[in-house]
């Protein structure tokens, strides 16, 4: 979430798209109820009507998979009725920026595209500049600890004056080009491939539009019904160029909020729980790439913007992954980092990597794939090729029984299954991170049973093992191992979260005390920190006791900042949230160019004229301590948006794989011809074979998967819990009266529901939540299952709806395309 | 102490059940451990009624429309009447009105009779065999002995359940029902102000009390007025049929057949 | 002295049991009805006491029944003499009957056959009040299978029948076990040998007597 829970209750405009919040999300109703109270609209788009529907002020159906239509269309009324915060617009946005007059769009591709590699050059992506205007490193200048001495050597990228137009009249800057782009997606196309109907609409586009008025705040809520896409990413970037029109980025009750589907996933992520990033939002090294330190920081450091930092962060890292062996004249041990070899190493490429026997051993901690993977009946089988599977979980899964899956013979397969039993939640002390970024200290309650153990107790004895193995006995690169530091150990020699926070916030290396934040981290080797976006979590050197910390702050008072009237639901002194305390991102854009609040009831940051009144923490260099004790306030800038480049928030992105604006496309199995363009999926997206895609001529019926309030992800935390398992106690599949009537189905009826990828059986749930939809002048039905069933588990059993799922994806993150896929139904016959 | 009342605000309930989850584990219900125990209700509410070991669910309705449909949500559970039919029906003394107006079940007292199973117009006492006792939602007086909240207000995450003072949860729902109407809810309307001499549970039915499945002007059923006068009826009969005979008795002493069969018949 | 054999075996041990029965019923029935009295008994009290009851019911109506089934004949013989139009002195014993109760010594009554007309009125309303006592009981026994509606009125059916056949069962020992004076010495009878002395019969059923000691067939002499 750019912003955080309790905000939500600041907007004026709630919109739900893409995500069920009031199911999968239940708190966030808690401040959803409150801004409704206060006069707020909430409007829920989705293919389904859900519980959030159930209290939403207006409802819009959606086909699973035409969301950029929707949005399309959403930006083409803001534009053609001057919805968008004009001021916004032209300050904070790169509206005004222009465009290489070579960029182009035609029919569904954008210039630039190779149809041999399904690729896009992206040399046309670029903005007009003039000039250079070079980092100053000398002395005195803002980048001087580029000669730093120990700071490794690297030849600082040279930025580049862009060319702007500030009335928005060039046909080459963003604005014009995105009017232009845009005006294909008309109201009466849009309803026609999204099945949305018209009136409905038009209803929410003004609704939503409305909080493009200077001073109201409008925000979207989403989850994986946005990022299950093979446009996924194009989805979320929809969102943001929505906010940026509407003036919503920065605002109390504004700004993009992805809903995290699972307690601590947030903060898996900024710990870089993936294949293409280290820990902190950098890029994982690629060996033709990166094959030095001094290639990645050319490289990956970018020409402006807080990232410029990026060397800082590096190597302090690396100092704190390899401690006294990272040095200057070793590169701070940047060749014992992994590197890419270039492939794609994402969850559908690793269970292909695994069926050829590329992959010979899995460690899962805390997965399910058996049930949670897309088309998870080949990822079962592509199991069967494993040596060894270690499964660290708090119940047998579905995965680490793979080998008594119904259509799997136990005889026949030779992987070897190590299940350890893990500890759950209150069984174990850290810090973990909720979607508001918050990151909260949580304490142990109870022993785990048993031979049960903490995480970082069994990857400490794991890492420690390999250490002494490594040692010992050598092998391949045994520095990787045997250099790493792993002291997060008591002297018992028992894993040590305290310990552990302590090395993520970081220190500095001659005196070993924690730095206050990252503006403290050096390039020069002089500091180590394991995450600086986590940095100030764990700052207090008096007191090793997590409540001492700012993780482990507790004060729920909601205090006005100093010289303001009223506050705004901060909550600084509970827990700390990245960075820097940060409550709501970019909130520099909460006020105009001269600092005054746009809205002055609900202040977030605002310049009295001398100095910065503040309900958060500012995101911009808001002011200096000077060495004689006094403070230097920055004034008023423009420059809202600090992470990145353009110092403004982006309308046009030319970082994407599949294109700086999001277009329409077709999910990969639809049931009806893109009418937007003549390219019917996103061009860059990468299909393996076992995808098994079907036609719409076989498998007519959309199908789209979602959670359930009564259950969690692949069930193995509910289904064993039979007060959970009674309040949804089978899988089931929900359809339409009229589908139902179709096929001959009542509530009740066993069904099979089936395509090329796998066949399953469920309960059928008649309802008129579903309705048929209207696309393109054609009766499309869809329906839809959870999938929270699988094969072990105590209390419920039930059909794996990943059987069905296609393994397709993302353009630009592989995430799977679990939302829209075709399928048939029919009755069971007993 | 004062009274104390449950405020349940349909137009902000989300039927996340965790009402229903909260209860069974704060009172210790258990459900089945076994998965055939379990079967599709064919809808979102699960389980379909109240049980022995089930004192709250969370009903669904549904109405359809042409986009979408309304979706009403109910909380079903012990209404806690003032005029409570289930209190008069018990022969034993075992239901009672508690000083916070909850209408509790003394397991000590209950025999089992079901005579409240089948006298609550809500169908809110149920039996369980096993231990021939009659259980229901007690507002966790332990609870409130101890200043919380009930367990289903506890942990609803959205401030559709609230608990307090009976008359400043009257005052909630009423400045609720003003701005849900002011809002466009037209047919929204309040449960269980003064419905059987008010309840300790507080309703805002936000598309009207039908739409959520309540039943309007509930009475405590007539054969309970009824039937609370057989006692004294019955003790009135018994004695008047001894004074009868007595009186009878009376009369009859000295009776000598010989004597006084004056008009004996002659064969 | 003359005695008539007005009772057959099988009548009085149907009597004998009936008699346990509803003693078991009636001493049942008030520990459920009034569940004070049960709880200041023992613990489990209220439980046998419903486990008595329903056995006790169980006997009260299977034994009639099985004595129909018995003697077939004989039950059909009587319920024939039940439906027997009644006679001028039968309707004249029942205008008498209050008046004679409350004052024997002046008041007469007209000579009976063998069923006097108020024994016949009270045996109606106790067969009428057991089969709405037995029927509402069985629903009460079943109640979860019906609608809580129905059972609450079987409830009040069940206590309207029990008033009834209480006042029927004091009434019926009032006068059967001879407390009213007039009606002294008929108590072996049914708890007896089933005789009756011919000084009784004539008092109690003139008609019938003259009958029986006409044709001689049940009188014996003692």
């Given at each position: 979430m750019t912003n955080h829970w309790v905000d939500i209750k600041n907007a004026d405009v709630i919109m739900a798209i893409g995500g069920n919040n009031a199911e999968n999300?239940?708190?966030?109703m808690k401040w959803v109820t409150e801004a409704k109270a206060n006069g707020a609209e909430y409007i829920v788009v989705d293919p389904r009507f859900t519980r959030s529907a159930a209290v939403a002020d207006t409802y819009g159906p959606l086909r699973s998979g035409t969301d950029i239509a929707f949005f399309g269309g959403l930006f083409n009324y803001i534009i053609e009725n001057e919805k968008y915060h004009d001021e916004y617009v032209k300050n904070y946005?790169?509206?005004?920026w222009l465009v290489s007059p070579d960029y182009g769009f035609d029919d569904g591709l954008f210039t630039g595209f190779d149809d041999a590699s399904g690729?896009?050059?992206?040399?046309?992506w670029i903005y007009q500049t003039e000039g250079e205007a070079p980092w100053?490193?000398?002395?005195?200048?803002?980048?001087?600890w580029v000669n730093a001495p120990n700071t490794p050597a690297f030849t600082p990228p040279t930025p580049k004056t862009p060319l702007k137009d500030p009335t928005l009249q060039?046909?080459?800057?963003v604005f014009q080009l995105m009017k232009k782009h845009y005006e294909r997606y008309t109201p009466e196309l849009c309803s026609q491939i999204s099945g949305m109907p018209l009136d409905r609409m038009m209803e929410i586009w003004e609704t939503f539009a409305s909080?493009?008025?200077?001073g109201k705040a409008g925000t979207i809520l989403y989850a994986m019904g946005m990022t299950q896409h093979t446009y996924g990413s194009q989805n979320v970037r929809a969102m943001a160029i929505t906010q940026l029109l509407l003036g919503n980025m920065g605002m109390a009750g504004g700004g993009v909020n992805?809903?995290?589907?699972?307690?601590?996933v947030q903060g898996s992520t900024d710990m870089a729980?993936?294949?293409?990033?280290?820990?902190?939002?950098?890029a994982t090294p690629?060996?033709?790439?990166?094959?030095?330190l001094r290639d990645y920081l050319e490289k990956e450091?970018?020409?402006?913007?807080?990232?410029?930092n990026k060397p800082k962060f590096l190597i302090s890292l690396l100092k704190e992954m390899y401690?006294?062996?990272?040095t200057a004249a070793n590169d701070?041990?940047?060749?014992m980092l992994p590197k890419l070899n270039g492939k794609n190493h994402s969850h559908i490429a690793m269970f292909e990597a695994m069926n050829e026997g590329i992959v010979k051993g899995l460690f899962l901690w805390g997965?399910?794939?058996?049930?949670?993977?897309?088309n998870c009946s080949m990822e079962r089988k592509a199991m069967e090729q494993l040596d060894w599977m270690v499964a660290v979980d708090m119940w047998e899964t579905e995965t680490a029984a793979f080998w008594k899956a119904?259509?799997?013979?136990?005889?026949?397969v030779n992987t070897e299954v190590f299940l350890l039993p893990a500890a759950a939640a209150y069984e174990k002390a850290g810090s973990i991170a909720n979607s508001g970024r918050w990151i909260q200290w949580r304490w142990k309650a109870v022993e785990p049973p048993g031979e049960a153990k903490d995480d970082a107790e069994i990857a400490t004895e794991i890492a420690l093992e390999l250490q002494r193995l490594y040692a010992e006995?050598?092998?391949?690169?045994?520095e990787q191992l045997?250099?790493?530091?792993?002291?997060?150990?008591?002297e018992a020699g028992k894993a040590d979260p305290t310990k552990i926070a302590r090395a993520i916030n970081g220190y500095t290396v001659a005196d070993n005390k924690l730095v206050a934040?990252?503006?403290?981290?050096?390039?020069?080797?002089?500091t180590a920190c394991g995450n600086w976006i986590y940095s100030?979590?764990?700052?207090?050197?008096?007191?090793?006791e997590p409540a001492d910390q700012p993780t482990g702050a507790r004060d729920n008072a909601d205090n006005a900042g100093e010289?303001?009237?009223?506050?705004?639901?901060?909550?600084?002194?509970?827990s700390f949230a990245w960075p820097v305390n940060r409550?709501?991102?970019?909130?520099?854009?909460?006020?105009?160019?001269?600092?005054?609040?746009?809205?002055p009831d609900k202040v977030v940051v605002e310049w009295d004229g001398a100095k910065w009144l503040r309900n958060?923490?500012?995101?911009?260099?808001?002011?200096k301590d000077l060495p004689d004790g006094t403070t230097l306030w920055t004034p008023p800038g423009t420059?809202?948006?600090?992470?990145?480049p353009e110092g403004a928030g982006r309308?046009?992105?030319?970082?994407?794989a599949d294109g700086p604006f999001p277009e329409h496309y077709e999910p990969y199995?639809?049931?009806?011809?893109?009418?937007?363009?003549?390219?019917?999926?996103?061009?860059?997206v990468v299909v393996w074979e076992s995808a098994s895609l079907g036609s719409k001529e076989q498998f007519p019926i959309v199908m789209t998967t979602y959670r359930l309030t009564e259950h969690w992800q692949t069930g193995q935390m509910t289904r064993n819990l039979p007060w959970l398992v009674e309040t949804m106690p089978k899988m089931f599949i929900e359809l339409s009266p009229e589908l139902a009537d179709e096929k001959g189905l009542v509530s009740g009826d066993n069904v099979i529901i089936s395509n090329n990828r796998g066949a399953i059986k469920a309960y059928a749930l008649v309802t008129s939540r579903f309705k048929p939809f209207d696309i393109n002048g054609e009766i499309i039905h869809q329906i839809g299952a959870p999938?929270?069933?699988?094969?072990?588990?105590?209390c419920s059993i039930g059909g794996i709806a990943?059987?069905?799922?296609?393994?397709v994806g993302d353009?630009?993150?592989?995430?799977?395309?679990?939302?829209a896929f075709l399928v048939d139904i029919r009755k069971e016959e007993v | 102490m004062a009274e104390t009342a449950i405020f349940y605000d349909a137009s902000k309930?989300?039927?996340?059940k965790g009402c229903q989850v909260a209860c069974k584990q704060w009172n210790q219900l258990s459900s089945p451990l076994?998965?055939?125990?379990?079967?599709?209700?064919?809808?979102?509410?699960?389980?379909?009624e109240l049980a022995d070991k089930t004192w709250i669910i969370i009903t669904f309705a549904e109405v359809d429309q042409d986009?979408?449909?309304?979706w009403n949500f109910m909380r079903n559970a012990c209404?806690?009447?003032?005029?409570a039919a289930c209190e008069q029906a018990c022969p034993t003394g075992a239901i009672s009105h508690v000083e916070n107006g909850a209408v509790v079940i003394d397991q000590e007292k209950c025999?089992?009779?079901?005579y409240c199973v089948n006298s609550c117009p809500f169908g809110v006492p149920k039996w369980r065999e096993a231990e021939n006792k009659t259980f229901k939602c007690w507002l966790c007086q332990d609870r409130q002995a101890n200043g919380r909240s009930p367990g289903c207000v506890g942990t609803?995450?959205?401030?559709?359940l609230t608990f307090g003072e009976r008359p400043a949860m009257v005052a909630a729902a009423q400045t609720r029902l003003d701005e849900v109407k002011a809002a466009g809810s037209d047919k929204a309307e309040l449960y269980g102000v003064d419905e059987l001499d008010g309840m300790h549970v507080i309703f805002l039915a936000h598309r009207g009390l039908e739409a959520h499945g309540l039943i309007r002007?509930?009475?405590?059923?007539g054969s309970i007025k009824f039937w609370q006068l057989m006692k004294p009826l019955s003790g009135l009969a018994f004695a008047a049929t001894f004074g009868g005979l007595g009186i009878s008795f009376l009369a009859s002493m000295g009776y000598d057949r010989d004597s006084n069969n004056v008009e004996e018949v002659e064969e | 002295m003359r005695y008539i054999q007005r009772q057959s075996g099988l009548a009085r041990s149907v009597h004998w049991l009936h008699t346990l029965a509803t003693l078991a019923l009636f001493i049942t029935g008030i520990l459920i009805y009034v569940p004070s009295i049960a709880n200041a008994i023992a613990l489990g009290t209220m439980e046998v006491a419903r486990l008595v009851h329903r056995g006790g019911a169980l006997i009260f109506l299977g034994i009639p029944i099985l004595a129909m089934l018995i003697q077939p004949r004989a039950a059909a013989h009587k319920f024939k003499e039940y439906f027997k139009p009644w006679t001028a002195e039968d309707k004249e014993f029942m205008k008498k009957f209050l008046p004679y109760l409350f004052n024997p010594k002046k008041v007469h009554m007209p000579e009976q056959g063998k069923y006097k007309s108020g024994q016949i009125l009270a045996d109606g309303l106790v067969i009428v009040f057991a089969l709405l006592i037995g029927i509402s009981g069985a629903f009460l026994w079943a109640?979860?299978?019906?609608?809580p509606e129905l059972i609450r009125w079987m409830y009040l059916l069940h206590d309207v029948s029990m008033i009834m056949m209480g006042i029927l069962l004091l009434g019926h020992i009032y006068l059967g076990a001879g407390i009213f004076k007039p009606y002294?010495?008929?108590?072996?009878l049914m708890f007896g040998d089933g005789k009756v002395s011919e000084a009784d019969a004539r008092y109690h059923w003139g008609k019938w007597a003259d009958e029986e000691i006409t044709s001689g067939e049940h009188v014996v002499k003692e």
């Open positions: 999300h239940p708190i966030s946005t790169t509206a005004s690729k896009y050059d992206k040399a046309t100053d490193t000398s002395e005195t200048g803002a980048f001087s060039d046909p080459n800057c909080t493009g008025e200077p992805a809903l995290r589907g699972e307690s601590n729980m993936l294949f293409h990033i280290i820990p902190a939002y950098m690629v060996a033709g790439t990166h094959p030095s450091t970018p020409t402006g913007g807080y990232w410029t401690g006294e062996y990272a701070y041990a940047y060749d997965q399910n794939p058996a049930v949670g993977g897309p119904p259509t799997i013979e136990p005889s026949e006995e050598g092998g391949a690169l045994p045997t250099k790493l530091t792993w002291d997060y150990v008591d934040n990252f503006t403290k981290l050096a390039a020069d080797g002089s100030g979590y764990w700052n207090n050197e008096d007191s090793m010289g303001l009237a009223a506050p705004i639901g901060s909550y600084l002194g509970w409550r709501i991102i970019y909130n520099r854009a909460s006020a105009d160019p001269a600092g005054k609040p746009w809205n958060d923490v500012p995101d911009f260099g808001y002011k420059t809202a948006f600090i992470m990145q309308l046009w992105a030319p970082g994407m199995e639809s049931p009806t011809t893109n009418t937007m363009s003549a390219q019917q999926n996103d061009p860059a999938w929270h069933w699988g094969y072990s588990g105590s990943n059987d069905l799922t296609p393994n353009a630009n993150t592989m995430i799977p395309e679990y939302k | 309930c989300t039927a996340c076994t998965a055939d125990e379990f079967e599709f209700t064919k809808s979102y509410q699960s389980p379909l986009i979408g449909i309304e209404f806690h009447c003032t005029d025999i089992g009779c079901r609803c995450p959205t401030g559709a002007d509930p009475q405590v059923p | 109640a979860n299978s019906f609608s002294r010495g008929t108590g072996r």
